[in-house]
């Protein structure tokens, strides 16, 4: 049970581009595969791989312009493919694939599944492979399966953190969702985007875990920090600056809804929303920020409300009387800009 890198792709791009620099930026989590990848590189073409140190979370995390800053001739964004295959002026998506089996987990699915006739199916890049055969065992023992087509910039029945436009369209065809995979961050976010039951498949363990109780818990703070926030008279409006986020629209759009209610409002960028980063920023009551979601939907250390993009909607919506409604009930928590940079 192996993650492994398309090394012969990246080969085939670097015999075709002929660089003398790459830059490589890789999740927390393949970074040996992907020094090892540098290592292979360089002893074959004798290419000069840097390895961008920066945090890379998910495919927002491009470093199209550093390439650009270091003089490199391609990138190479490792673990996150998408429908493109090129984005920018310089980046090529490198897939990693995780060769686990699901056979074990989909048996103990089966059972937990029972209640529910039409199933869904979802997962991450690393496991899109085994969607066809889980949808055949699951087909096999009587299910009805249904998988998300793709779009301009997902592949089919994929997820990311944010994004869920592949499942989304589905939803009312299906009793529950299966995702596939040991990633409680997609799955959760899936129960909260398509409000309905989900359940993740974990390979690994062969566990399968209802993710109800998790995705009530994350809506609930959601809610309460979008009431929290309404109180707050002066607000930060944060934009990301990773290449996928560029939401300078939306910010434009909250920073202007909350002056038109009264509140002063303070325009912020930066690259990683921490809570040492806002620490800073005292005078400060509640912030919005339109970079990655899941750093208000997930960020549990922040010590003011931190909104995104669907919590902001839904603060904006009551200020101006609207009911905000199931705001996190949406195909996109944010309009990744990546497939907008493809060439
Ligand atoms: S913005 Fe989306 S793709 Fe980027 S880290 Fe957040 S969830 Fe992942």
């Given at each position: 049970?192996?993650?492994?890198?398309?090394e012969?792709?990246?080969?085939?791009?670097?015999?075709?581009?002929?660089?003398?620099?790459?830059?490589?930026n890789?999740?927390g989590?393949?970074?040996r595969?992907?020094?090892?990848?540098?290592?292979?590189?360089?002893e074959?073409?004798?290419?000069?791989?840097?390895?961008?140190?920066?945090s890379?979370?998910?495919?927002?995390?491009?470093?199209?312009?550093?390439?650009?800053?270091?003089?490199?001739?391609l990138?190479l964004?490792?673990?996150?493919?998408?429908?493109?295959?090129?984005?920018?002026?310089?980046?090529y998506?490198?897939?990693?694939?995780?060769?686990?089996?699901?056979?074990?987990?989909?048996?103990?699915?089966?059972?937990?599944?029972?209640?529910?006739?039409?199933?869904?199916?979802?997962?991450?890049?690393?496991h899109?492979?085994?969607?066809?055969?889980v949808?055949?065992?699951?087909?096999?023992?009587?299910?009805?399966?249904?998988?998300?087509?793709?779009?301009?910039?997902?592949?089919?029945?994929q997820?990311f953190?944010?994004?869920?436009?592949?499942?989304?369209?589905?939803?009312?065809?299906?009793?529950?969702?299966?995702?596939?995979?040991?990633?409680?961050?997609?799955?959760?976010?899936?129960?909260?985007?398509m409000?309905?039951?989900?359940?993740?498949?974990?390979?690994?363990?062969?566990?399968?875990?209802?993710?109800?109780?998790?995705?009530?818990?994350?809506?609930?703070?959601?809610?309460?920090?979008v009431?929290?926030?309404?109180?707050?008279?002066?607000?930060?409006?944060?934009?990301?600056?990773?290449?996928?986020?560029?939401?300078?629209?939306?910010?434009?759009?909250?920073?202007?809804?909350?002056?038109?209610?009264?509140?002063?409002?303070?325009?912020?960028?930066?690259?990683?929303?921490?809570?040492?980063?806002l620490?800073?920023?005292?005078?400060?009551?509640a912030?919005?920020?339109?970079?990655?979601?899941?750093?208000?939907?997930?960020?549990?250390?922040f010590?003011?409300?931190?909104?995104?993009i669907?919590?902001?909607?839904?603060?904006?919506?009551?200020?101006?009387g609207?009911?905000?409604?199931?705001?996190?009930?949406r195909?996109?928590?944010?309009?990744?800009?990546?497939?907008?940079?493809?060439?």
């Amino acid at each position: 049970m192996t993650v492994k890198i398309d090394e012969r792709k990246v080969f085939e791009i670097i015999e075709a581009k002929k660089p003398k620099v790459v830059l490589v930026n890789a999740p927390g989590g393949l970074l040996r595969q992907t020094k090892e990848l540098m290592e292979h590189v360089k002893e074959r073409y004798g290419v000069t791989a840097i390895m961008s140190g920066d945090s890379c979370f998910g495919i927002c995390d491009t470093v199209d312009d550093d390439a650009g800053k270091l003089q490199a001739d391609l990138a190479l964004h490792i673990g996150h493919n998408a429908s493109v295959e090129e984005v920018g002026d310089y980046t090529y998506l490198i897939d990693a694939v995780d060769d686990v089996e699901f056979g074990d987990v989909v048996e103990t699915a089966a059972e937990r599944l029972a209640p529910y006739r039409r199933i869904g199916l979802a997962t991450f890049s690393q496991h899109l492979h085994q969607l066809g055969p889980v949808k055949e065992r699951l087909e096999a023992k009587g299910f009805e399966v249904k998988v998300g087509r793709g779009n301009n910039l997902m592949l089919e029945g994929q997820v990311f953190g944010c994004d869920f436009s592949t499942p989304f369209p589905i939803r009312d065809e299906v009793d529950a969702f299966a995702f596939l995979g040991e990633s409680e961050f997609h799955a959760v976010g899936l129960a909260l985007a398509m409000g309905k039951p989900t359940f993740m498949l974990d390979p690994y363990m062969n566990e399968v875990t209802d993710m109800q109780a998790a995705a009530d818990e994350r809506r609930k703070r959601a809610i309460l920090a979008v009431y929290k926030a309404r109180d707050a008279r002066v607000f930060g409006v944060i934009t990301g600056l990773k290449e996928g986020q560029k939401m300078l629209g939306r910010s434009n759009w909250i920073a202007k809804r909350l002056e038109m209610s009264g509140r002063k409002v303070v325009r912020l960028a930066m690259r990683d929303v921490t809570a040492e980063r806002l620490a800073p920023h005292r005078e400060i009551e509640a912030f919005v920020q339109t970079a990655c979601p899941r750093i208000s939907v997930d960020g549990f250390t922040f010590d003011r409300p931190v909104l995104s993009i669907p919590q902001a909607d839904a603060l904006v919506a009551l200020i101006e009387g609207r009911e905000p409604g199931e705001f996190l009930e949406r195909a996109k928590w944010i309009e990744l800009t990546v497939g907008l940079i493809k060439r």
